[in-house]
């Protein structure tokens, strides 16, 4: 026996065809604001499970610290050789053996919001929104992971320093990058620090990362 077929309406198949469409574009823009939760909110293998932007932030914090007890030491040999060792330990946990870093580092963060932001900006159905400012926060983080290469090189060569002169001034100058690191840097002597290139540090990493959450509705 033979049923005969029943035709779907043609309303029906047009609401079941836009209820799939807008779960495929939704969907695709969790990809994306996945890849943003990984940058300012959760990643799987940073201290306390933090995003990459604050363990950067708070491994950037104590560098600063460390900076700051390094040059006011009164050209204390040794006091800038391990105050730099304790800042190079919070850039790369990997230079140091031991310190009063998190043990993850800034140059590994920083590399993670650069990674995971352009992935963000990348992912299918992702908004001009996110387009726009992982761009901005990319280019910063970039600029952090330059730095803090510089900061391990120079940190190097002022371990091997015998001349507490010549280890202060190194220490200024590394001191001068992790400020860059935490705040950006004017390089265009205009007297704003905006993202781009040698100009963005973490500050505005946050700033635009913030900018760019508000407009996916994403802050609470």
Do not use: C
């Amino acid at each position: 026996m033979k049923f005969p077929m029943r035709s779907i309406p043609l309303r029906t198949s047009l609401v079941a065809l836009a209820i799939i469409t807008l779960s495929s574009a939704a969907s695709a823009q969790n990809r994306s604001h996945a890849h943003i939760g990984h940058v300012g909110d959760a990643w799987r293998d940073t201290p306390d499970g933090a995003g990459f932007l604050p363990t950067a932030r708070a491994e950037a914090d104590i560098a600063a610290t460390h900076a700051g007890l390094a040059v006011s030491g009164e050209g204390n040999l040794a006091n800038i050789k391990r105050h730099i060792a304790h800042v190079m330990h919070a850039i790369n946990a990997e230079s140091m053996e031991s310190g009063p870093g998190k043990g993850y580092g800034v140059l590994a963060a920083a590399n993670g919001i650069a990674t995971h932001i352009q992935l963000a900006g990348e992912a299918e159905g992702a908004s001009d929104n996110v387009k726009r400012h992982s761009n901005h926060v990319a280019t910063s983080a970039a600029n952090v992971v330059a730095w803090s290469e510089s900061i391990i090189e120079r940190g190097q060569a002022l371990q091997e320093a015998t001349d507490a002169a010549a280890a202060l001034e190194m220490a200024k100058e590394i001191q001068m990058m992790v400020n860059s690191i935490v705040s950006g840097h004017d390089a265009n002597g205009d007297g704003n620090v905006g993202w781009g290139e040698g100009e963005g540090g973490l500050a505005q990493a946050d700033q635009h990362l913030t900018l760019m959450k508000q407009g996916e509705g994403l802050t609470r």
